[in-house]
């Protein structure tokens, strides 16, 4: 399995970004992928999911923010990320899992599959 992630840069607060992951060897549509991040000397911090390509779940601080969509055509999931804050900075990655459940979605450790990270910069 591998993900590929991109889409991250340089923003001024208010911006907007999209975040990209394409996979191989996982299927956007029945498996679980999605988002977590983390910032400077702090933890790896859950963001977003889609589960199972069904319902999807964010962490309450980017609800109305930010929201996942898929292609999966090309087995592609983004992240679309609007009125950025200072606070977002912080490196994402793309994650993936063929069997997590849904109680452990928000825990780093139930992914199996993890992208290289894209750096999101967010200036005041």
């Known amino acids: 399995v591998q993900l590929q992630a991109s889409g991250g840069g340089l923003v001024q607060s208010g911006g907007s970004l999209r975040l990209s992951c394409e996979g191989s060897?996982?299927?956007?549509?029945?498996?679980?992928m999605g988002w977590f991040r983390q910032a400077p000397g702090k933890e790896r911090e859950f963001v977003a999911v889609?589960?199972?390509?069904?319902?999807?779940y964010y962490v309450d601080s980017v609800k109305g923010r930010f929201t996942m969509s898929r292609d999966s055509a090309k087995n592609t999931v983004f992240l679309h990320m609007n009125s950025l804050k200072p606070e977002d900075t912080a490196v994402y990655y793309c994650?993936?899992?063929?069997?997590?459940?849904?109680?452990?979605?928000?825990?780093?450790?139930?992914?199996?599959?993890w992208g290289q990270g894209t750096l999101v910069t967010v200036s005041s």
């Open positions: 994650v993936a899992s063929r069997s997590i459940i849904l109680s452990s979605i928000k825990s780093a450790r139930g992914y199996n599959f």
């Open positions: 060897g996982v299927t956007s549509g029945r498996d679980t």
């Open positions: 889609s589960f199972r390509g069904s319902n999807t």
